[in-house]
């Protein structure tokens, strides 16, 4: 018995641990301050430039919702992120009616800013309408590292028994390599931190450490670190860069910014979305991220019918009346249907 027990306690806490791992994503987060519950987290601008034209563009003012007190909305109100933060070179926007036309003026402008198609325009609704408006930003990046670095083995990462590809500078690479990293600082094995020259006007900041906090106070960290790290910022003959390549897509809904009415207008957020594609190897970086947001004008929700039950099966009344007449000429209570179906006729 204790055996079994045994054995049930293990399969409870094996299936315990299988399913915290399947529950395990990566978070798309709004805001360089969100916090998340994921290990996982990635965060672009482009989301905040779509909010920004909503503010300024469309909604005039900061975005409240008459029935709903947003955290998320109040921290995007703050516009922490701007377009002025980037070249203008790496982003379009814009904003407009919903129409046709609108969608082939976007599929036309990044078409010819970027050579790229967008992955989320097909998803929305194009049919024009009174007050419905769409609001569009596409993020692009794609640069190359001063020199490709080298290929390394594959190998494991942390604690996965899975190989992945890595790239970087071991001791038979070319010593040019070691020019294009700036250390920050080397505080421990586990807490260092480098940044990585590009061949534009672009920096890879890579910073090593356990910490699990919002990305903002991890970027902050890594440079009050740097201020206050003494030791040689070159890369020396002897050190050494691994790095793993990174491929990811993901897209995300934030949906709790949808459906509620806004303070000051007829309108609503039908729909919010933005999509990260992210690339990194040993050549460089490439980076696209698309945003869009429908805004409608909102009626009424209809309150959700139940089904209705009209089952007469206590007691009940009955009556009859002429249509032109004010009172009826006959009524009728049932108390006990048998014992009135008693008295019928035969």
Same mark, same amino acid.
């Given at each position: @018995?204790?055996?079994?027990?045994?054995?049930?306690?293990? #399969?409870?806490?094996?299936?315990?641990?299988? @399913?915290?791992?399947? +529950?395990?994503?990566?978070?798309?987060?709004?805001?360089?301050?969100?916090?998340?519950?994921?290990?996982?987290?990635?965060?672009?601008?482009?989301?905040?430039?779509?909010?920004?034209? #909503? @503010? %300024?563009?469309?909604? &005039?003012?900061?975005?409240?919702?008459?029935?709903?007190?947003?955290?998320?909305?109040?921290?995007?109100?703050?516009?922490?992120?701007?377009?002025?933060?980037?070249?203008? %070179?790496?982003?379009?926007?814009?904003?407009?009616?919903?129409?046709?036309?609108?969608?082939?003026?976007?599929?036309?402008?990044? &078409?010819?800013?970027?050579?790229?198609?967008?992955? !989320?325009?097909?998803?929305?609704?194009?049919?024009?309408?009174?007050?419905?408006?769409?609001? *569009?930003?596409?993020? &692009?990046? %794609?640069?190359?590292? #001063?020199?490709?670095?080298?290929?390394? =083995?594959?190998?494991?990462?942390?604690?996965?028994?899975?190989?992945?590809?890595?790239?970087? !500078?071991?001791?038979?690479?070319?010593?040019?390599?070691?020019? @294009?990293?700036?250390?920050?600082? *080397?505080?421990?094995?586990?807490?260092?931190?480098?940044?990585?020259?590009?061949?534009?006007? %672009? !920096?890879? *900041?890579?910073?090593?450490?356990?910490?699990?906090?919002?990305?903002?106070?991890?970027?902050?960290?890594?440079?009050?670190?740097?201020?206050?790290?003494?030791?040689?910022?070159?890369?020396?003959?002897?050190? +050494?860069?691994?790095?793993?390549?990174?491929?990811?897509?993901?897209?995300?809904?934030?949906?709790?910014?949808?459906?509620?009415?806004?303070?000051?207008?007829?309108? !609503?957020?039908?729909?919010?979305?933005?999509?990260?594609?992210?690339?990194?190897?040993?050549?460089?970086?490439?980076?696209?991220?698309?945003?869009?947001?429908?805004?409608?004008?909102?009626?009424?929700?209809?309150?959700?019918?139940?089904?209705?039950?009209?089952?007469?099966?206590?007691?009940?009344?009955?009556?009859?009346?002429?249509?032109? =007449?004010? &009172?009826?000429?006959?009524?009728?209570?049932?108390?006990?249907?048998?014992?009135?179906?008693?008295?019928?006729?035969?």
């Amino acid at each position: @018995m204790k055996k079994l027990l045994v054995l049930l306690c293990i #399969l409870l806490l094996a299936g315990g641990a299988a @399913m915290a791992k399947t +529950e395990k994503s990566l978070d798309v987060l709004p805001l360089l301050a969100s916090p998340s519950n994921q290990a996982n987290r990635v965060w672009v601008g482009t989301f905040q430039l779509v909010w920004n034209d #909503l @503010m %300024d563009g469309i909604v &005039k003012g900061p975005v409240k919702f008459e029935d709903y007190k947003s955290p998320l909305a109040k921290q995007l109100n703050k516009q922490k992120f701007k377009a002025d933060q980037l070249s203008e %070179d790496s982003y379009y926007k814009t904003y407009g009616e919903t129409s046709p036309e609108l969608k082939a003026q976007i599929e036309t402008a990044i &078409k010819e800013k970027f050579n790229e198609t967008s992955d !989320i325009l097909n998803s929305f609704d194009w049919t024009p309408e009174p007050g419905k408006y769409f609001i *569009y930003a596409m993020l &692009k990046k %794609d640069f190359k590292f #001063l020199t490709a670095f080298d290929k390394l =083995k594959p190998a494991r990462f942390a604690h996965s028994f899975k190989k992945v590809d890595y790239f970087g !500078i071991d001791e038979n690479s070319d010593k040019v390599l070691d020019n @294009m990293i700036n250390v920050l600082f *080397y505080n421990s094995k586990d807490d260092f931190a480098i940044a990585i020259r590009t061949d534009g006007n %672009d !920096i890879v *900041y890579l910073y090593r450490t356990d910490d699990d906090k919002t990305f903002d106070k991890l970027y902050s960290d890594m440079f009050m670190k740097k201020a206050y790290y003494e030791g040689p910022s070159k890369f020396n003959e002897n050190d +050494e860069l691994k790095v793993p390549n990174i491929n990811l897509y993901r897209e995300k809904s934030f949906d709790e910014l949808c459906n509620h009415k806004i303070k000051g207008t007829d309108m !609503i957020i039908s729909k919010a979305l933005e999509t990260i594609d992210f690339k990194m190897d040993n050549q460089g970086v490439k980076l696209k991220s698309e945003a869009a947001m429908a805004v409608t004008t909102c009626a009424l929700i209809p309150e959700k019918q139940e089904p209705r039950k009209f089952y007469f099966n206590d007691t009940f009344v009955l009556f009859l009346q002429e249509t032109d =007449k004010i &009172k009826p000429y006959f009524a009728l209570r049932v108390d006990d249907v048998s014992l009135i179906n008693k008295t019928g006729r035969k």
